[in-house]
């Protein structure tokens, strides 16, 4: 309830001012109400009673004495105990949602536009797309779409692993299968089947070395043979961003080659501001304040001993990037929690080398582990590994055996499609809809539910909605001018919930959470359960109160479709 608690600060400064007490020693104690059925908003007044040498309900009393004329239409007034409690009237809600009614931002703010880099997803070239990359796809893609919406300039950064030691193996061992088709090669194999015989065949891996050489020298054949590896692995990344609807293609990717030529000029940059040390035969950077488990100054490694790079070298390359080229206003790097201390070295010492300034934003968005029902990992099934494609593809399965026991009558094209849509949507509810920092167990029951917080449970009630103006023949489009008009207990609770989309879009950015946006939309959804049960929609008394309601019911549709599609996640209209 942002909009009231801005509306009350408003009337409430002057009657603060009388009492001389300055803004920062009330306005943060004004919150949201804990307790609903005593107000929306509370300011509690105990703090106050050294000033006043007053009992905090007599300082309550009289705050509200001299307020109440002024928030008569915006608020009722009561005192509990010392907290002074503002409760939204109906017919200011009926201003402030038939306002949001006919906004088709719905009461969202464009910002001030800045430029954003988000780096997500980064699968390795020659490898399937697993498990592991499903939490950086989804947050980042969510964040994206979220920071698009509010008015920013967004640049994805797919920054995929295709340069290095490695390719110098994979292209040895891609030259000596038997077939030389690409297009034949098992990227579930092979860079384990090359890990092997660079661990265990001694000739094996010296061509591997010299393949390095080779490649970093831009030799045309082995670019060559490098370039089809990551054409063909491209293949496989970009139809599993399709099946995940995600907005990751092409021109999103910022691989490690792309930097390749920086290395070395990160390197004299570095040394020019007198940073580089030399320890153990490798070039290093000790930032200040980082220590090991002895207690001795932590290097951040830039190049090796044998003059190879390090992913280090590659972090500060792309900064360099980011800020110069692109010109970039902040940095989100939506990598694991297990990265946090190497992005915070980075950082430092990106910003003791003067690639950036402290107005750059750069920040690290880390993210907890996908969990099996057994508390370990998710990885593995039967010993195999499990590929994001496979996974996601029987979540789409499953979703249609739902969908056949609940609606035979849907013809296969329709139930294939809405099967799609809870498929992948499950999946990504179910990762998005908590807090991205805490580990999460993978449940199919719990995810492909039709109640409790789910992504179906959700897509159902959208689906709902449309179902009653499928019944009433009302075009919806009708609606968007309509006055809605809160009369009842749960139409107040609906239309409350509804305002707080704009705040719910906020805080999501604000901790770059996506579950901020996704609790919200599920209180929304329970609200709306509530107010249908509880209020005929075309059984109404009259003809205003089921305009009234069908607004609502659309103006409900609306935010659940938009939020939902802020989260990368389709909202069908059958179910």
């Not at 306002?99 to 001030?112: C, I, K, P, Q």
């Not at 030529?261 to 153990?280: A, F």
């Not at 490798?282 to 304040?289: D, I, Q, R, T």
Request: net charge negative; hydrophobic share 40%.
């Amino acid at each position: 309830m942002r909009e009231l608690c801005n509306e009350i600060v408003q009337k409430l400064s002057i009657v603060m001012e009388d009492l001389e007490l300055e803004e920062n020693k009330w306005q943060n104690l004004l919150g949201n109400s804990t307790d609903k059925k005593h107000g929306d908003i509370t300011l509690p007044c105990h703090t106050f009673s050294k000033i006043f040498r007053k009992s905090p309900n007599d300082i309550a009393i009289q705050i509200a004495e001299n307020v109440n004329s002024e928030l008569s239409d915006i608020a009722e007034i009561n005192v509990i105990n010392g907290f002074l409690n503002f409760k939204a009237k109906n017919s200011w809600l009926s201003k402030q949602i038939s306002t949001m009614n006919s906004d088709s931002r719905l009461g969202v703010e464009l910002e001030n536009a800045k430029t954003i880099v988000i780096d997500y997803s980064s699968p390795n070239i020659a490898k399937r797309m697993h498990v592991g990359h499903l939490r950086s796809t989804v947050i980042g893609d969510a964040l994206s779409r979220i920071l698009l919406f509010k008015g920013h300039n967004v640049i994805g950064e797919n920054h995929i692993g295709d340069w290095g030691t490695p390719f110098g193996m994979l292209i040895e061992h891609f030259i000596e299968c038997e077939s030389k088709n690409i297009g034949e090669i098992d990227l579930s194999t092979f860079y384990k089947d090359a890990r092997y015989k660079f661990e265990n065949i001694d000739d094996f891996a010296i061509r591997s070395r010299e393949r390095v050489v080779k490649l970093q020298s831009k030799d045309p054949e082995t670019i060559k043979l490098w370039q089809s590896l990551v054409d063909y692995s491209l293949i496989h990344f970009n139809s599993v961003y399709r099946m995940l609807n995600v907005l990751l293609d092409d021109k999103n990717l910022a691989g490690e080659s792309i930097y390749e030529n920086l290395l070395p000029e990160v390197v004299e940059r570095l040394k020019s501001k007198n940073l580089i040390v030399e320890s153990d035969g490798a070039l290093v950077v000790f930032p200040e304040g980082w220590i090991n488990r002895e207690n001795e100054p932590l290097p951040l490694i830039i190049q090796k001993g044998d003059g190879g790079f390090n992913y280090a070298t590659t972090d500060l390359a792309c900064i360099i990037n980011r800020v110069e080229k692109i010109e970039c206003d902040e940095m989100l790097y939506v990598v694991g929690a297990e990265q946090s201390q190497h992005f915070s070295m980075v950082f430092q010492v990106a910003i003791d080398a003067g690639f950036m300034d402290e107005k750059i934003k750069a920040v690290h968005v880390p993210f907890g582990l996908v969990m099996g029902s057994d508390g370990k990992k998710l990885a593995s099934r039967e010993g195999r590994a499990i590929t994001l494609k496979e996974l996601l593809e029987e979540s789409v399965d499953r979703a249609e055996k739902i969908i056949l026991e609940k609606n035979p009558s849907m013809s296969d094209l329709e139930r294939r499609d809405v099967s799609k849509m809870i498929g992948i949507g499950a999946i990504k509810y179910a990762d998005l809809s908590i807090d991205r920092n805490k580990n999460y167990t993978f449940d199919w029951d719990k995810m492909l539910s039709f109640d409790g917080n789910t992504a179906p449970y959700l897509q159902y009630a959208h689906a709902r909605i449309c179902s009653i103006f499928r019944k009433s023949s009302i075009p919806r489009e009708s609606t968007l001018s309509s006055e809605i008009i809160v009369k009842n207990d749960f139409e107040m609770s609906l239309c409350k919930s509804i305002i707080g989309f704009s705040e719910s879009i906020d805080d999501s950015i604000s901790n770059y959470s996506p579950h901020r946006l996704a609790v919200y939309l599920h209180h929304l959804a329970q609200d709306f359960a509530s107010f249908y049960e509880n209020c005929p929609v075309l059984v109404s008394d009259n003809e205003e109160t089921m305009n009234s309601r069908l607004a609502i019911c659309n103006l409900t549709a609306r935010i659940l479709s938009t939020g939902l599609g802020l989260l990368g996640i389709e909202a069908p209209e059958k179910m």
